[in-house]
């Protein structure tokens, strides 16, 4: 599967913006998807996670509560909401997609990955 993701930019912090993912193939709706996130010289870093339905979903402590992943099967597209966003939270965000279903924190469980897309928010 390839993935796009797309929907960054610049925004003042408080603000919102909405990334997509949008996949190729006929099993997106097999795999476990999920978002995560690199700032400069920092570590990538979990976001938030979704599981093959879209029912259950898993989020990072930082972001509770401020965003929401979804996904739409019918479009092959995955979605993260993001409001009151903070400086602290620009860094490159990708999307990753598990072959097995899995939709954890764990990076390393992800076979494939979109080529991120870059949040900017400004202070």
């Known amino acids: 599967v390839q993935l796009q993701a797309s929907g960054g930019g610049l925004v003042q912090a408080g603000g919102s913006l909405r990334l997509s993912c949008a996949a190729s193939?006929?099993?997106?709706?097999?795999?476990?998807m999920a978002w995560f996130r690199q700032a400069p010289e920092k570590e990538r870093e979990f976001v938030a996670s979704?599981?093959?339905?879209?029912?259950?979903?898993s989020y990072s402590d930082s972001v509770k509560g401020r965003f929401t992943i979804s996904r739409d099967n019918a479009k092959n597209t995955m979605y993260l909401q993001m409001n009151s966003l903070k400086p602290e939270e620009t860094a490159v965000y990708y999307c990753?997609?598990?072959?097995?279903?899995?939709?954890?924190?764990?990076?390393?469980?992800?076979?494939?990955w979109g080529q991120g897309t870059l949040v900017t928010v400004s202070s």
């Open positions: 979704v599981n093959w339905s879209g029912g259950s979903t």
């Open positions: 990753a997609a598990s072959g097995s279903g899995y939709y954890g924190v764990g990076n390393a469980r992800y076979n494939y």
């Open positions: 193939g006929r099993t997106f709706s097999r795999y476990g």
